[in-house]
């Protein structure tokens, strides 16, 4: 079992920035055989995609509306993953979740709580 408890979140007016951080804890025996995500999820729809990283060699990928804006990055030292957030923008305003997907077997895919970003205007 993994917990995974996301930190960061906040209210900030477009353009500006915010770091979001997702520590795991648990039996991740290692954290290199994860690959972390961050969805989010605004009111009234349903929890999209915003990016995700390979702990194992540290590939990464980015939904097109926040592709150059905001940056997915690990430790696997510490367990973490973060999501540095700039150019924040109204639309950005969501509960961003963590997300772990583990990729040996037992496959588990595990969520944080949750930590609210607001952009205001």
């Known amino acids: 079992q993994v917990q995974l408890v996301e930190s960061g979140g906040g209210s900030v007016q477009a353009g500006g920035s915010l770091r979001l951080s997702c520590a795991a804890s648990g039996d991740t025996f290692s954290f290199s055989i994860f690959v972390m995500g961050w969805f989010r999820q605004a009111p009234g729809k349903e929890r999209e995609f915003v990016a995700g990283i390979n702990m194992r060699g540290g590939s990464t990928v980015y939904a097109d509306s926040v592709k150059g804006r905001f940056t997915i990055s690990g430790d696997n030292a510490k367990n973490t993953v973060y999501l540095q957030m700039n150019s924040l923008k109204p639309e950005d305003t969501a509960v961003y979740y963590c997300?772990?997907?583990?990729?040996?077997?037992?496959?588990?895919?595990?969520w944080g709580q949750g930590t609210q970003v607001t952009v205001s205007s």
């Open positions: 997300n772990a997907n583990r990729t040996f077997f037992p496959r588990r895919n595990y």
